[in-house]
C-alpha cells in the first residue's frame, strides 16, 4: 500500500534532549513537508523540502532542523534549543508535477516533554 | 500575509440537520483552498481541492463551494460517522506565478453529530 508513515506514535522526551521524527513516503512525491498542530490552532509549517539535499525554513523553523537525503525520507530533529516542543508533528508530501499539489499527511507523531 | 478563518470553531448536529461550515480566506492570489478531516490523534484525511470562484465538489453528504473571499463546507442529513474537525487550508500563488506548496491552516471546526 502506497502512503506515508511516521514514527515513533508517541515519543517522550526530557529536556534538553534532542530527539529524531521519521517520516517515509512511497508514492514518489517530490516534495516534504513537517508541520506543528497545538490544541486550539492551525497547523504550523516548520520545514519543507521540493528536492533531494534541499530543504527550506518555514514560519517555525527556529529549534528545528532536518535533512533530505532520500527522496522519500525527511526526518525531523527536534532540539534543545525548541523552548516548547510538546505539540502533534505532521508530516505531508505532494507532487509538484501537473495542476495539483495536494499534500497528503502521515497519522502523526505525539511528542511530549517530560 | 495569508489569513485562513473558520467559524465557528465548534457546531453540535443532530443526526440528519445539515448545517455549513464557513472559511474566510484573505491571499495575494489563490492558487487553491483545500478541505481536509481529522479525527482526534490522526492526520488529516484530504476531501476536496477547489481553484476559482464557482467550482462546487461534492462527496458523499460533503459538498465544498468557493467564492473569492470565502469557502463553505455544507454537510447533508450527517450522521455520527462525520463528527471531526474540519481544516480548510490554502495555497498561494507566489510572485513569479508559480507556488512552493506552502499550505495556511485556519484552525479548524470541530463538528460533533448526536444520533
Known amino acids: 500500500d502506497g502512503g506515508i508513515t511516521q514514527s515513533p506514535k508517541y515519543l517522550f522526551r526530557k529536556e534538553g534532549q534532542n530527539v529524531t521524527l521519521s517520516c517515509e513516503q512511497n508514492?514518489?512525491?517530490?516534495?516534504m513537508y513537517w508541520y506543528r498542530q497545538d490544541p486550539g490552532q492551525g497547523l504550523r509549517l516548520i520545514y519543507y523540502?521540493?528536492?533531494?539535499?534541499?530543504?527550506q525554513k518555514g514560519d517555525i523553523a527556529e529549534g528545528y532542523s532536518v535533512s533530505r537525503e532520500k527522496k522519500e525520507s525527511f526526518p525531523l530533529t527536534v532540539t534543545s534549543a525548541q523552548k516548547n516542543p510538546t505539540a502533534f508533528y505532521l508530516c505531508?508530501?505532494?507532487?509538484?508535477?501537473?495542476?495539483?499539489?495536494?499534500?497528503?499527511f502521515g497519522p502523526g507523531t505525539r511528542l511530549t516533554v517530560l | 500575509e495569508d489569513q485562513v478563518t473558520q467559524s465557528p470553531e465548534a457546531l453540535r448536529l443532530q443526526e440528519g440537520e445539515s448545517s455549513s461550515l464557513n472559511c474566510s480566506y484573505t491571499?495575494?492570489?489563490?492558487?487553491?483552498l483545500f478541505w481536509y478531516r481529522q479525527d482526534p490523534g490522526k492526520g488529516p484525511e484530504f476531501l476536496f481541492t477547489?481553484?476559482?470562484a464557482g467550482e462546487e465538489k461534492e462527496k458523499e453528504r460533503l459538498k465544498a463551494t468557493l467564492t473569492k473571499k470565502e469557502s463553505f463546507l455544507h454537510i447533508t442529513a450527517p450522521k455520527p460517522e462525520d463528527s471531526a474537525t474540519y481544516l480548510c487550508?490554502?495555497?498561494?500563488?507566489?510572485?513569479?506565478?508559480?507556488?512552493?506548496?506552502?499550505?495556511?491552516f485556519g484552525q479548524g471546526t470541530i463538528l460533533t453529530v448526536h444520533p
Open positions: 523540502s521540493q528536492i533531494v539535499n534541499d530543504f
Open positions: 491571499v495575494s492570489g489563490l492558487r487553491g
Open positions: 505531508a508530501s505532494s507532487i509538484l508535477r501537473g495542476s495539483t499539489d495536494t499534500q497528503y
Open positions: 487550508a490554502v495555497q498561494a500563488l507566489n510572485a513569479g506565478g508559480t507556488s512552493y506548496g506552502k499550505l495556511t
Open positions: 508514492l514518489n512525491h517530490d516534495a
Open positions: 477547489l481553484y476559482s
